[in-house]
């Protein structure tokens, strides 16, 4: 049955130019299939983001050792002008697998706002569907 993962604020307040956070959302699954993903900038103004999924938290990988690359299951770079929208959505096709290897039930994310990007919180959608156990 497809499902809808959302965190509508990521940082709650800006994040701002040349910052990071990690942050999860909640997930009922183990085992689920990635099908879309919508980033919005929640402020007007150039977007210049990088956006990453992983599969275990934050205590157990760095992001910038190459040997935890294979925990990360995706990575985008997403550079748009103010006048391209602040919004970037992409079907994923074939649709990509995640398990989450740290039985949080949640899916581990890290959210890069590059230099030349805006002030701005952001609202991340993961639409999903089934494959694994239920909590």
């Known amino acids: 049955m497809p499902f ?23 997930m009922p699954l183990k085992w689920m299939k990635l099908r879309s993903l919508k980033i ?17 938290g934050d205590g157990n990988y760095n992001p910038l050792d190459r040997a935890h690359a294979y925990l990360r299951v995706l990575r985008r770079t997403v550079i748009q002008s103010e006048e391209q929208g602040g919004e970037y959505h992409e079907i994923l096709s074939p ?3 995640y398990h989450d290897r740290d039985s949080s039930y949640n899916v581990h994310c890290r959210m890069i706002n590059n230099e030349g990007g805006t002030p701005s919180d952001f609202a991340i959608v993961l639409k999903c569907g089934e494959i694994g156990e239920v909590i």
């Open 95 to 97: 649709e990509l697998l």
């Open 4 to 26: 809808e993962l959302e965190d509508l604020t990521v940082n709650d307040g800006v994040l701002s130019e040349g910052d990071s956070k990690v942050f999860d959302i909640k």
């Open 40 to 56: 919005v900038q929640l402020r007007d103004g150039p977007m210049n983001v990088s956006f990453e999924i992983w599969e275990k």
